[in-house]
């Protein structure tokens, strides 16, 4: 215990060496001389909290809430002084808030520590005792034999001792770890590799030295023998290996990136509201204190008659008095500040994300995928995008590969029925069908065939060989699993023009040729790395001869061949490119004995190195891979996904700009952005690449400057490749920014993951500040999705690491309009209008407080009861807001996808912005002081209020009592700041009916109740009978209706007279879906069906407040998780071209 605490305070390392030695079965010597080595416990911990520390921890973290902890400190001091309202009215909403936010994370922290568990107590077999012993997960300590069978995972990161094959090979996959559905291959050391029993196992006696952990993946042991937890075990019965990291020392648990707290423009502005309301409670709270104190000058009022002080008043220090009245002032002011704001956001935006998961329009019923929300705190920036960083590959494309082409010895061949057919032929020309191969396309298939890291399906390699060959191939139903989408479809294409690879057996590759079947002994594999951007093999021929084969990007391949159509290959590269195929070049090499010699022998020492192993690989395989014969190069298609183009261009008119990412080359990057639509044919593509200095690079930009400059009229595209955007960035970064903020459209390829980050960065922290959204679904896009303000993976085929780390995962790219558009668009609406609301009502709640005090010589009197203060938040008007938060659509969600313009309304935080901000505000000031002057001019001298009408004193105070008058303020308030609700609601439910004139309906049936009965657990009762004394007054109703008219005439008409002189394009377009006859959705699915006899008069009112309130209407039989499909007409602006029918 002591040394976790010292480890927990950094004082004592737990690794105080740079390396690790393992005994393997924990057979450790027996002399004196070995002292053991602490490591960690095979224990994932993902969770947040503990039983113990849950409660100390969490409370912590919110008060560290600006507002929390301003109502703890206020709580405090109506317990420490004398104040004139209760704890309770702080302190119970405070508990509330508290309470729902502790639940909601403590849920979450309990499934994770459900998840935790399940991993942590997974059954796993050990090898002990001279046999398989089953035992927990977290069990295992460092130094095991582990056993894993056929798709399990592995529990703890091992080194490969043996697996069933002869070998000591196995096949993995990695896509929970870095996002790769490949088979990776790892093959055990020979001296282990023949241990394939448990008998044979516990006999070894052996010692492994390594590293410390460290969060590289593939640097301790490399890639071929280490097998990482998390990863899978595919293609293969069992293995056997020894474990090395366990817990939170593996790869997988160092690699666990907690993603940065990401806080939207709307928290922000409420936190500038927050300190500005502040600045405003203070003021009345130093203004109360003075001018009582003003006031108290006159002796009279210092010390009345009836309220005398005692000896000890007299005598307190004056400072202190004035403190302890400007507290009790704070107090009595603090409601202000809304804190049941927070919780009601919180809960808007947890219930409100269910939505994006129930939308059907965001379904994909091929891969029975719907959207999920990961984050559901950012739901409100979808409606605030500015800029959209999207990956090409999986992305924009299917990810699924199809051959198209191919150059073979300076000729394009064409794939036609499964005949490789030259170009300019037909399957029908004579030349077109052949029952042979050249020897150059033979050479050709054969290298692709070998080349690769595909495997085939373990049920699948017995028997195989028993193949019919045709003129139009091999018929074979062989199911190959691939490193990359390229390669799979390289290698089928092979097998139907008549080369196939029927697998691996032992050390060898067995290919058939024509039906005639060939065995080449695989000698070793130069893994691709994204430095080289090329793969080889080296096998021995059926006659003996060592080849090299090799296959990568043109710009990794041509420069090192020496032989072959170079050229001619070099220009069929880039037309394969310009048609929008992934190009690989393919080329060989013919190594005599003594240079394979050589080679083998450098190999086996840089790949057993402890020290800069990476650096002698990278060596020898360069030396390795030079003085090639160009065999030729192949083009493969990855097709677009379905509406991309129509996707990107709906973008656009929203005014979001769109970059694309991408790794390819740029030819085919190019050719793929005006397919899709990202460049248009008649833009201006302006290009930065090939750049090799900081001088040429930031001429070019100073060019490209002055081109968009002086061709301000039209469209430009820019193009930047990887090492020119790098130059641009270290020196030049504010040119290259002006550059591409005056683009319509940047692409960006040859990419490294790390710089698609640096790219969203740049864009964050540029003086305008935009909102990002980056979106992606393969590994490498992971560190621009956690980059971005809004991160969103796409279910896509390369592994689920990008959709775990996004904030929102689609499957499509095409559900991004709908996403951004409509549910963005309503998100924010609905957030904004929470926002300005809460502090509206609260400022119409504390006003007639602060006025209230010249009336009573600011004694600090409570305008209202105690009861009152606590429930206005809570119960009185909680709920319409909230419903509003929810199920608001102020525009129907067809109009907003068909006029993407719209979304240009909302963007830059507008609708929270100062001139919002201010007409909100000042709408409260204005609503309050009608509320209190309206009230005390009205009723002031009303004498019906006694029952016998007589009139004690000519003094109307006297009479018209101080909670009699609190509690008509109240009661015009609740019911004005609800009715003012409900002409911000464009969109009526039930719920909304039932919780608008619900909450109003409660209040009176509450206030009865409760000033009804003698409580006897109340020590006074001060509302006693006065509710109903108030409404048996007739002049009261009276007056509560002119008060809540008078509040919200003017509003109406400013809503009106803007509408119609000033209109803004989404009210244009709330007139025009009324007057189309589109009735807006309730929360399920709800058309009006007739009209009423008043529907004439209704139209003119839904016109002029541009509000949709269907009176009678029709429900679908559906289930919550359903939205609307009914087709109906949507009539266009007078400016567009032509009606529409959705």
């Known amino acids: 215990m002591l040394r976790w605490i010292r480890q927990q305070l950094g004082f004592d390392p737990p690794h105080q060496s740079d390396t690790r030695t393992i005994y393997i079965a924990n057979r450790f010597p027996q002399n004196g001389h070995y002292i053991p080595q602490k490591f960690a416990e095979n224990r994932i911990i993902s969770s947040k909290y503990t039983v113990w520390n849950f409660i100390p921890k969490n409370l912590f973290e919110q008060f560290r809430r600006v507002a929390n902890f301003y109502f703890l400190i206020i709580f405090l001091v109506q317990l420490m002084i004398d104040t004139p309202t209760s704890p309770i009215t702080s302190g119970l909403p405070l508990f509330f808030v508290i309470t729902v936010t502790a639940i909601k994370q403590g849920y979450e922290d309990w499934l994770r520590h459900k998840a935790d568990n399940e991993v942590n107590g997974a059954p796993v077999y050990v090898v002990r005792s001279g046999g398989l012993v089953k035992t927990r997960s977290k069990n295992i300590r460092v130094g095991d034999i582990v056993r894993v069978a056929k798709d399990e995972t592995f529990p ?120 500005i309301y502040l600045i405003i409670l203070l003021f009345e709270a130093v203004l109360s204190t003075i001018l009582k104190y003003a006031w108290q000058a006159e002796e009279k009022w210092d010390e009345p008659w009836y309220d005398q002080k005692t000896e000890h008043e007299r005598n307190s220090s ?178 139907r023009v008549g080369v196939v690879f029927t697998g691996t057996n032992g050390e060898g590759m067995e290919v058939k040729s024509l039906g005639k079947p060939e065995r080449f002994k695989l000698l070793h594999v130069l893994e691709f790395d994204p430095n080289r951007r090329r793969m080889s ?146 833009m201006n593509i302006l290009e930065l690449v090939q750049h090799k200095s900081d001088s040429t690079c930031a001429e070019q930009l100073r060019q490209l400057a002055r081109r968009i400059k002086d061709d301000h009229v039209i469209q ?60 992606g679904d393969g590994a490498n896009d992971v560190s621009m999705i956690q980059e971005a303000h809004v991160g969103i993976g796409i279910m896509g085929k390369e592994g689920r690491q990008a959709v775990r780390n996004s904030d929102y995962a689609i499957a499509r790219f095409k559900f991004l309009s709908k996403l951004l558009l409509v549910h963005g668009h309503f998100y924010y609406i609905r957030i904004a209008t929470l926002v ?58 067809h109009v907003l996808q068909s006029k993407p313009t719209l979304y240009r309304d909302i963007r830059k935080n507008a609708l929270l912005g100062f001139k919002p901000f201010l007409y909100w505000t000042i709408l409260g000031f204005s609503h309050a002081f009608v509320f209190f002057y309206g009230s005390y001019l009205l009723m002031g001298e009303d004498t019906s209020l006694l029952g016998n009408g007589q009139i004690l004193k000519p003094n109307r105070q006297m009479m018209f009592g101080n909670w009699t008058f609190g509690t008509l303020v109240f009661t015009v308030m609740v019911i004005t700041v609800t009715v003012k609700m409900a002409l911000e609601t464009h969109f009526w439910t039930w719920i909304n009916h039932f919780v608008t004139w619900g909450s109003i309906v409660f209040y009176f049936l509450f206030s009865l109740f409760y000033g009804g009965i003698i409580w006897p657990f109340l020590h006074t009762q001060d509302m006693y009978f006065v509710f109903v004394q108030l409404l048996s007054s007739g002049s009261v109703w009276f007056a509560i209706i002119i008060i809540v008219v008078t509040c919200l005439f003017l509003d109406v008409v400013k ?63 559906i289930s919550l998780n359903s939205l609307c499909c009914r087709r109906f007409s949507y009539k266009l602006e007078p400016d567009e071209p032509a009606a529409i029918d959705v």
């Open 716 to 775: 430009h595209g820019l193009v930047v490749d990887g090492t020119s955007l790098s130059l641009a960035l270290r020196e030049h970064e504010k040119l290259f920014m002006e550059v591409c903020r005056n683009c319509s459209a940047v692409l960006c390829c040859r990419m490294a993951p790390l710089q698609k980050a640096k790219v969203v960065r740049l864009l964050k922290t540029s003086p305008e500040k935009p909102i990002t959204l980056a979106i």
């Open 1055 to 1117: 809503k009106v007279l803007c509408r119609h002189l000033q209109p803004t394009s989404t009210e244009k377009a709330q007139l025009t879906e009324t007057g189309s006859g589109i009735n807006c959705l309730d929360s399920m699915c709800c058309f009006s069906d007739g009209e009423t006899a008043c529907a004439s008069v209704r139209r003119m009112l839904e016109r002029l407040m541009g509000r949709c309130s269907p009176t009678r209407v029709s429900r679908c039989g």
């Open 156 to 275: 703890v990161d091992l080194v490969l001792l043996s697996s069933d094959r002869v070998d000591g090979s196995c096949h993995v996959t990695t896509a929970s770890l870095d996002g790769e559905t490949n088979l990776k291959t790892h093959v055990a050391v020979p001296e282990t590799a023949v241990l394939q029993s448990v008998a044979n196992l516990d006999t070894l006696v052996a010692v492994i030295e390594c590293q410390q952990p460290e969060a590289d993946l593939y640097r301790p042991l490399g890639p071929e023998s280490l097998l990482l937890r998390g990863a899978r075990l595919k293609n293969t019965k069992e293995i056997f290996g020894v474990a090395v990291y366990t817990g939170m020392e593996t790869k997988m648990a160092l690699n666990y990136k907690s993603k940065s707290q990401k806080r939207s423009a709307v928290e922000k502005s409420m936190n500038s509201f927050l300190i």
């Open 318 to 495: 004056k400072i202190l008095r004035f403190i302890s009245d400007f507290l009790a002032f704070l107090v009595l002011y603090n409601f202000i500040i809304p804190i049941s704001l927070y919780v009601t956001v919180e809960m808007q935006k947890f219930l409100g994300s269910f939505f994006i998961g129930w939308d059907l329009d965001l379904y994909h019923e091929e891969t029975n995928q719907r959207a999920q929300v990961n984050t559901s705190d950012l739901n409100e920036e979808l409606g605030q995008v500015e800029y959209v960083f999207t990956d090409k590959t999986g992305t924009l494309t299917e990810n699924e590969m199809q051959f198209r082409e191919c150059s073979i010895n300076g000729i394009k061949y064409q794939e036609i029925n499964g005949k490789l057919v030259p170009e300019g032929l037909t399957e029908d020309s004579p030349d077109g069908i052949r029952l042979s191969l050249m020897k150059e396309e033979e050479l050709f298939l054969k290298a692709v065939c070998l080349c690769h890291t595909v495997h085939i399906s373990a049920d699948q390699t017995d028997g195989i060989g028993d193949g019919h060959w045709r003129a139009n191939g091999i018929v074979s139903q062989l199911e190959y699993y691939a490193s990359s989408p390229d390669e799979k479809a390289l290698v089928e294409a092979a097998s």
């Open 836 to 893: 300005q609301y809460f502090f509206y009502k609260n400022v119409c709640f504390i006003t007639p407080q602060f006025l209230y005090q010249f009336f009573c010589l600011f004694s600090q009197q409570t305008l209202y009861d105690s009861v009152y203060l606590t429930l206005y938040n809570i119960s009185f008007t909680s709920l319409p807001i909230l419903m509003y938060s929810l199920f608001e659509q102020h525009v129907h969600p």
């Open 537 to 682: 093999v080296i096998v021995e021929s059926p006659s003996g001869e060592k080849l090299l084969f090799t296959k990568g990007a043109e710009s990794s391949i041509l420069p090192h061949s020496r032989g072959g159509e170079i050229d001619k290959t070099r220009i069929h590269v880039d037309e394969f490119a310009l048609k929008g195929l992934r190009t690989l070049c393919v080329a060989y090499r013919r190594f005599t004995a003594e240079e394979y010699q050589e080679i083998d022998r450098r190999l086996h020492e840089a790949r057993t190195a402890l020290q800069q192993r990476e650096e002698r690989l990278a060596d020898v395989f360069n030396f390795i891979e030079k003085d090639l014969e160009l065999l030729g190069a192949t083009g493969v298609e990855d097709k677009l996904q379905d509406k991309v183009q129509e996707t990107i261009e709906a973008l656009r008119l929203a005014g979001i700009k769109v970059w694309v990412l991408t790794g390819d080359k740029h030819e085919t990057a190019v050719s793929v952005s005006l397919s899709c639509g990202h460049f248009h044919r008649t």
